[in-house]
């Protein structure tokens, strides 16, 4: 999600929402749960399944077996209040299923976005939220992190934790936030 512009201004807004997508030959079926969001097209001799909100399983009717091309997409991380950066773009995974039998199932679960900040005054929230994981069974891709927003007295903070202490531009404020380190 976008940063939000300035002190009072409209709040940050909101991380993209992640998305499962699966192509496997059209001559096999594929049926999801009530609880995912999904559609459907053939395009050649493959179909491709589209999940763009929801948790549930899916069931391939496939004899012999079948392997399915997939795409896993985390939602992003929301906006940082007060003059911020944007939040961070979901992960993602991409790869092949092979030999799946008759009436196998999956877990599917489609990452929301993170929330942006709400900084309308001058005690609101600093940063975004992080986004949620999309999952296919085992296959997991992480959330894009919170977008980073700065205190009253303006530091720059960040959620989450810096990648390494010898390259890290960032100094610990307290818990997981952070400040950069100014020059």
Known sequence: GAGQLSYGSIAASAGGSG???????????MIPDTGLTAS??????NKVS?????????YFSSNPPVTVDYLVVAG????GGRHAGG???????????????LN??????VGAGGSGALDNTASGTKYGS??????????????GGAGAGHTSGGKIIASGK???????????LNGDEYQEKRK
């Open 104 to 109: 196998s199932s999956y877990a599917v679960s």
């Open 76 to 79: 992003g991380g929301g906006g």
């Open 130 to 143: 992080a986004g949620s994981s999309s999952t296919l069974g085992a296959i997991t891709s992480a959330g």
């Open 19 to 29: 998305v499962v997508i699966l192509r496997y030959p059209s001559i096999y079926y």
């Open 40 to 45: 459907t097209l053939t395009i050649g001799a």
């Open 50 to 58: 589209t999940f763009t909100a929801g948790t549930g399983n899916v």
């Open 162 to 172: 810096p990648p390494s202490k010898n390259v890290c531009p960032f100094t610990r």
């Open 87 to 101: 939040g961070g773009g979901g992960g993602f995974r991409a790869g092949t299923l092979t030999d799946i039998l």
